[in-house]
Nanobody
Framework: QVQLVESGGGLVQAGGSLRLSCAAS????????MGWYRQAPGRQRELVAR???????NVADSGKGRFTISGDNAKNTVYLQMNSLKSEDTAVYYC?????????WGQGTQVTVSS
């Protein structure tokens, strides 16, 4: 089993920045990749960014040029740096882990961008 603790959400004005953190514990050895998804009201959950254990990262088109995902293997933590935030980035952001035991999800953290 993998446990995830998220932090860093909040309220920010358009154009501002936030950094989300997700710390993993438990069966760390089983983790293949970590990432962030988001879900806005009335919309499906969508991938924001993902990084593999080897460090290969990808960011969804919606965040390219604005979002950066990075990982600290020593701390078992993944970060999502979000710059130039827009009102359409408002959503609940969920940390996700791909592991040999299956996917795990964090409890979600609210990001609200005011225009």
């Amino acid at each position: 089993q993998v446990q995830l603790v998220e932090s860093g959400g909040g309220l920010v004005q358009a154009g501002g920045s936030l950094r989300l953190s997700c710390a993993a514990s438990g069966s760390i050895y089983s983790i293949d990749a970590m990432g962030w998804y988001r879900q806005a009201p009335g919309r499906q959950r969508e991938l924001v960014a993902r990084i593999t254990r080897s460090g290969r990262a990808n960011v969804a088109d919606s965040g390219k040029g604005r979002f950066t995902i990075s990982g600290d293997n020593a701390k078992n933590t993944v970060y999502l740096q979000m710059n130039s935030l827009k009102s359409e980035d408002t959503a609940v952001y969920y940390c996700n882990v791909d592991s040999t035991f299956g996917p795990y999800w964090g409890q979600g953290t609210q990001v609200t961008v005011s225009s």
